[in-house]
């Protein structure tokens, strides 16, 4: 299954590497998509409009999760099914305010055992994502639970787990008619930056390894729900990397091709991918992960991935280490991008150059290549979705929004040292509580005063235009009646 040789995927990757051929394959991906003929009448229709997150990311009707309990029965959600590997996967967005409802029904529903965020809560000072489940804190039966009267659902806390760059965290799950509960396993990796690729394919394999050892992806449960901001970026190449990695296991690498993998799981959903980086990322992926594999085989010990667990060394610094990225840069919020789909029919090489680092550095002249959250096309642009939260909104409930970047573990009454680290994780908390409250109120405050100052332009243009109209046609009169007299005369 596994030889020592170079393999045709490692020299496929080595050839598109030395000439920089990752947008002209990216786009050879991109336009062979063009000709599916799937349509997106559901997510086009106009009750349905608001609960998109993005107005160009749209499920397709073949592949869409439909649910059964309520008056609606539409998310945006498509299970995306890979024969060939044995696996199934629900790809979805991250939840709006008016849609968390819906995304624990559909988990409910389709009886999956594990939610994979891929995203953070607020990235580069845009909410990405609503805080959709509870993280737990010092009031217990109010921080630790959330009830959905509107699907008959209650989403508890029970427990988690914190490593550097991702946290595991055990929910459980109710029907409050039945009473009925289950477990659900909520796998959130921190590290992966939006539009980007993580620093290297270590890191995220090890992640994978860990979900697949839990059990959440075998052919006995239900699909997992794997989620980015917009489900198709992120979400889009963790799902291409386990499939390749399973039909390498059981073919081999020889015997597989990443672009034909690709485009199979785009037949349920679109634009799954988005970037070049995000295209050669997987492929490094897959071609580490094929080598651990062989590793595995060879040696069961040295290919054993164990649970990077948070150890009592867990200070202060490594906590401080996951406050926002927008800490650090400039007070003044980005200017407003595209939609998020632009990526998918602006230049190849305009996406390479774009997407070719994940560290980006905006002018007021340069618009950032990020998208963000924007309304349903049904309302004007610059006037926000009335489904979707405001700054201020936002402000009122950032310490469930940004406290996703806090981890808890289980205290344990007998130690001290435990009891300081509770203590510190509280104070923590609430600093990075009180620092995004602050921020999300600047930006409300600049953009309630620009509103202002266009409000007032046209308040005072208006009647300067009205004038400046009547004196051009006054001057026009007199010019064409001194042209007729002189004439005359």
């Not at 266009?454 to 001194?482: E, H």
Request: with cysteine.
């Amino acid at each position: 299954m596994f030889t020592n040789s170079k393999s045709d995927v490692e020299i496929e990757f080595s050839e598109i590497d030395a000439n920089s051929s990752w947008p002209h394959l990216f786009q050879h991906i991109r336009s062979e998509c063009l000709n599916y003929e799937y349509t997106v009448s559901e997510a086009k229709k106009t009750h349905n409009k608001n609960l998109n997150r993005y107005r160009d990311v749209s499920p397709y009707d073949h592949s869409r999760v439909v649910l059964s309990k309520g008056s609606c029965d539409y998310i945006n959600a498509n299970l995306v099914t890979m024969e060939r590997a044995h696996r199934r996967y629900i790809l979805t967005q991250g939840p709006l305010p008016n849609t968390i409802g819906h995304f624990w029904l559909m988990v409910w529903e389709q009886n999956c055992k594990a939610v994979l965020m891929l995203n953070k809560i607020v990235e580069k000072k845009q909410v990405k994502c609503h805080q959709y489940w509870p993280m737990g804190g010092p009031i217990a039966g109010v921080d630790d639970v959330l009830v959905l009267n509107d699907v008959g659902l209650k989403v508890q806390y029970i427990s988690s787990t914190a490593a550097s760059y991702y946290t595991v965290t055990v929910l459980r799950l109710t029907e409050l008619e039945s009473g009925n509960s289950r477990e659900i396993l909520h796998f959130h990796y921190t590290t992966w930056p939006d539009f980007g690729v993580p620093q290297s394919p270590t890191a995220f394999l090890d992640f994978l390894m860990v979900v697949r050892k839990s059990g959440v992806l075998d052919q006995n449960v239900g699909p997992p729900v794997v989620h980015c901001s917009a489900g198709i970026g992120r979400s889009g190449t963790f799902c291409l990397v386990d499939s390749c990695l399973v039909l390498i296991e059981e073919n081999g690498i020889e015997a597989l091709n990443v672009r034909e993998v690709l485009l199979e799981m785009r037949k349920y959903r679109m634009g799954l991918i988005q970037t070049p980086d995000q295209l050669r990322f997987s492929y490094l992926a897959i071609i580490e992960g094929a080598k651990k594999l062989r590793s595995s085989m060879n040696n069961s010990i040295s290919g054993s991935i164990e649970l990077d667990v948070i150890n009592t060394n867990y200070t202060k610094n490594a906590e401080a280490n996951n406050i926002l990225e927008e800490e650090d840069e400039s007070e003044e919020p980005p200017p407003l991008p595209p939609p998020r789909g632009e990526s998918l029919t602006r230049s190849v090489m305009s996406d390479f150059q774009n997407n070719s680092t994940d560290n980006h550095v905006y002018s007021s002249s340069q618009p950032p290549d990020k998208p963000l959250p924007v309304e349903p096309p049904s309302y004007q642009e610059g006037e926000a979705s009335p489904s979707l939260k405001s700054p201020n909104d936002c402000a009122a409930t950032s310490a469930d929004e940004s406290s996703h970047l806090i981890t808890s573990t289980p205290s344990s009454p007998e130690s001290s040292k435990e009891s300081d680290r509770t203590s510190l994780r509280q104070r923590v908390r609430k600093e990075r509580m009180d620092q995004l409250a602050a921020k999300l109120r600047e930006m409300k405050r600049k953009q309630e005063a620009a509103e202002g100052w266009q409000r007032m332009k046209r308040s005072l243009f208006k009647p300067l235009n009205i004038g400046i109209g009547v004196g051009v046609l006054l001057l026009g009169g007199g010019a064409l009646a001194y042209f007729y007299y002189s004439h005359k005369l």
